[in-house]
């Protein structure tokens, strides 16, 4: 019987915070107290954003030099549908800006209502976000010169966290899985744990991958694996990091199950960290039967089974 294949919208979000260095963490550090500084280069231009190293003999740049926070449209693209994370949710131009007492032009969005309101040489002027963060969106957008859109706040005291940066990093997109990885995750559900054959040689993948990577023939016959196996390599985690479900230190291990030719990851628990090992044999704790549903997630983790430990002589290949 033909399934129709597992699809689900896949969102992963964090925040991305970097060190600046001097160059750049001075100019966003202006950003936040509204203000726009640029960098002398050696033929005299200054360049907004500022540049690290001269664009012409490749040496640091030191030279800081203020610029006004009105500008010149040089060239500019209507964008008629803004995307999410844009800088305006209403229809609006990019454009490329040179700032009074800058050299070279900076790209960002300028506010009108039409694309009849735009053109090159359009004089323009910063509007300032109303809660500065020290970043590039400090500057919320571009207004063209004596429009009216109210005043803005006054500039904030200076952060101690002038330098570093903090970036909302979103990736949305809509995953869909083989029919094979589709079927093995409809089997995680009835807790089963479904692998395919080759035909030619014979190993087990788990998860299915749909055809062997050895002979490139399709794998079509499907085998129920047991949820024991062993371990084969394995990482003992002793470092914290942001969004860490368990306290360390606790395993990362590849477990092969048991007819198997390939190891998939997962946690061992159960024991203490120390006492894991390459061949030692494990079996699959599985949450609630309530809690299944088309996830891996299924199985908690893995722990001891007391067996004796597998040769290695017997996995070696696996590894």
């Known amino acids: 019987m033909v399934s129709t294949p597992l699809s689900a919208p896949l969102d992963l979000a964090f925040d991305y915070t970097r060190s600046l260095g001097p160059v750049l963490g001075r100019f966003a550090a202006g950003l936040r107290e509204r203000r726009i500084e640029g960098v002398r280069g050696s033929d005299g231009r200054v360049h907004v954003p ?5 664009p012409v003999t490749a040496a640091a740049l030191t030279e800081f030099v203020p610029v006004s926070d009105e500008g010149t449209v040089l060239t500019w693209s209507w964008i008629p549908e803004p995307l999410d994370g844009q800088p305006l949710t209403t229809p609006f131009a990019w454009a490329l800006v040179r700032l009074d007492g800058a050299d070279t032009a900076m790209l960002h969005a300028v506010h009108v209502n039409s694309p009849a309101e735009m053109r090159t040489g359009m004089r323009v002027r910063v ?9 590039i969106r400090d500057i919320a957008y571009f207004l063209p010169v004596g429009a009216d859109d109210g005043p803005s706040p006054a500039p904030p005291p200076k952060s101690q966290q002038d330098g570093v940066m903090v970036t909302p990093i979103e990736l949305h997109y809509q995953h869909s899985a083989s029919p094979e990885e589709s079927r093995y995750l409809r089997g995680l559900a009835e807790g089963k744990l479904i692998g395919q054959r080759c035909p030619k040689c014979e190993k087990v993948y788990i998860p299915p991958r749909g055809a062997c990577p050895t002979d490139g023939v399709p794998t079509v016959d499907e085998v129920e694996l047991p949820d024991t196996g ?13 969004g860490q479900r368990i306290k360390p230190p606790y395993v990362a291990a590849y477990i092969l199950l048991d007819g198997a030719d390939i190891a998939f990851l997962h946690l061992v628990l159960g024991c203490d960290a120390a006492d ?7 079996k699959a704790n599985w949450k609630p039967r309530d809690e299944w549903w088309t996830s891996l997630e299924n199985i908690s983790h893995f722990e001891p089974t007391g067996e004796p430990d597998a040769p290695y002589e017997s996995f070696a290949h696996h590894l």
């Not at 509007?127 to 970043?135: K, V």
């Open 50 to 54: 500022p540049v690290e190293y001269d």
């Open 127 to 135: 509007r300032w976000a109303d809660e500065p963060a020290g970043h």
């Open 230 to 242: 062993i371990v084969t390599t394995f990482c003992i985690v002793n470092v914290p990091f942001l």
């Open 276 to 282: 894991v090992r390459m061949g030692m044999r494990v």
